[in-house]
């Protein structure tokens, strides 16, 4: 596994890498890689040629207040998570390689960011897209790999590669969860033992609400909502933050349900705030 950490580096890498005839998987990670990363790895790993990894706290998508000074970081565990998990490139710039100046131009990202994480985090989603399209790029023609366990993220992402014709296809990879369904985070490890017990609240919560639609047949997205925030609240250290229905690809709160929609959900556990989401109303075409 080749450890790139100037920009320079990766873009020449993949360009070679394309040269020789290899498709090019890029997966953008912040680092303390943990299961769902690894899947994304090897997912990325067995689709294509030449894997790429990239490891970088972003710091343009941190809010004051935010933890990006004590978001955890631990470079040889992720290289050597990488690599089991079948990266052949890992990117690990420095703050300064990826901004040698404060940047004056960045990514503006209109209405997709208006609600759910971006109302709460003005400016994350800013961030982000100036960072995916650096990383993008960078890297040239790829496949890039994003979780859909930061779904808002996800839809973005797509429609930032349309909207600014990016040479990329976005990928998308399912949720890895511990087996009480907690979606695994690198911000998990910031719940207590107590906070960790209760943690699996969101995905139950989600699951309810997947119950009403798709067992029930609820047809209103307010009961819906309702039921999520019940579940959340039945734990005591569980703060709700929101429990949303919406549309999948608009992200838009919906107030009738008919074919697929998008249940989200976000709370904070001590210091932590956790996000979580899963699809309901498929089967019904
Ligand atoms: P992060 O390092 O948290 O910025 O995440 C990097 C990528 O991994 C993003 O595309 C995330 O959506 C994805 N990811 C994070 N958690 C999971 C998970 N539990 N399962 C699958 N992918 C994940």
Do not use: W
């Amino acid at each position: 596994m080749i450890l790139a950490s100037e920009p320079e580096e990766l873009r020449n890498l993949l360009d070679e890498a394309r040269r020789r005839g290899d498709t090019v998987g890029l997966h953008p990670t912040m680092g303390a890689l943990h299961g769902g990363h690894e899947a994304n790895i090897a997912k990325m790993a067995a689709e294509c040629d030449t894997a790429a990894v990239t490891i970088f706290v972003n710091p343009l998508q941190f809010g004051p207040g935010e933890d990006f000074s004590s978001y955890p970081r631990d470079l040889e565990a992720d290289l050597s998570r990488a690599e089991r998990a079948g990266a052949g490139i890992v990117f690990a710039p420095s703050r300064e390689a990826m901004y040698p100046e404060e940047p004056l131009v960045s990514v503006a990202v209109r209405k997709l960011a208006d609600g759910l994480e971006g109302r709460r985090r003005p400016g994350h989603f800013d961030g982000v897209a100036t960072v995916v399209t650096k990383l993008l790029a960078l890297a040239g023609p790829c496949y890039a790999y994003f979780g859909e366990k930061d779904y808002q993220q996800l839809v973005i992402v797509r429609r930032l590669v349309k909207d600014l014709s990016l040479p990329a296809v976005v990928v998308a990879c399912p949720t890895v969860r511990e087996t009480d369904g907690l979606a695994l985070s690198s911000r998990n490890a910031y719940l207590s033992p107590e906070l960790r017990r209760a943690a699996p609240a969101l995905y139950c919560a989600l699951l309810a609400g997947k119950r009403a639609i798709d067992e029930r047949a609820e047809r209103e997205a307010d009961p819906v909502r309702e039921e999520m925030r019940a579940v959340l609240l039945r734990e005591e250290l569980v703060e709700p933050d929101y429990a949303e229905v919406t549309d999948p690809c608009t992200l838009e709160p919906l107030g009738k349900i008919s074919g697929e929609v998008r249940l989200l959900v976000a709370a904070r556990l001590g210091r932590a705030r956790l996000i979580d989401n899963l699809s309901a109303g498929a089967g019904e075409g």
